[in-house]
């Protein structure tokens, strides 16, 4: 994964996978053998978004498949375009990507897309306020481990918002 400022002033994050065999590999066409450690699958997105994290271009990529027609799974991935990264992401894209017509592998690329996609703009919001709820609440509450209500960061922090973490009986 990586993600980057582009010089128009969008930004882009890249995920790939590589999968490679110790051993030859057969896929279940027979058609063809992939030799010891070359690879399987090799391929990718890569999404463009704007400062507000809408989506504004999915392209996909594949260097290597198993089946010459994986490729064509990737066009599914366009449904994504205008959707927010952010918040309820995972879900939305799981609702829009429910079906066989898209590559399982691309896929599940998509939601450590996002995470790489806010940590690559997270260094250009550091002076922005922090962004809360409708009750008053910071976003980043609840959002990940570390700021789990019941963390010494959230109680630390936002003192107000801090949950004493329950005991077992």
Avoid at 110 to 130: C, F, H
Wanted: glycine share 8%.
């Amino acid at each position: 994964m990586r993600g980057f400022r582009r010089k128009d002033g969008l930004f882009e994050v890249e995920g790939r996978v590589i999968d490679r065999k110790g051993t030859d590999f057969t896929p279940a066409s027979g058609d063809h053998t992939v030799p010891p450690h070359e690879p399987v699958h090799n391929l990718g997105v890569r999404l463009v978004f704007d400062e507000a994290m809408v989506v504004q271009e999915v392209h996909t990529f594949t260097a290597a498949a198993p089946y010459d027609l994986c490729p064509e799974g990737g066009r599914a991935l366009q449904s994504i375009k205008g959707l927010r990264i952010g918040a309820g992401w995972g879900r939305e894209v799981r609702t829009r990507l429910n079906s066989p017509d898209n590559c399982a592998h691309l896929k599940e690329l998509l939601v450590p897309l996002a995470t790489t996609a806010i940590q690559s703009m997270s260094a250009l919001r550091v002076d922005l306020p922090e962004l809360l709820d409708a009750t008053g609440r910071p976003q980043k509450i609840d959002s990940c481990y570390a700021y789990s209500a019941e963390r010494e960061l959230v109680m630390h922090r936002w003192p107000q918002f801090y949950r004493a973490p329950q005991t077992e009986p």
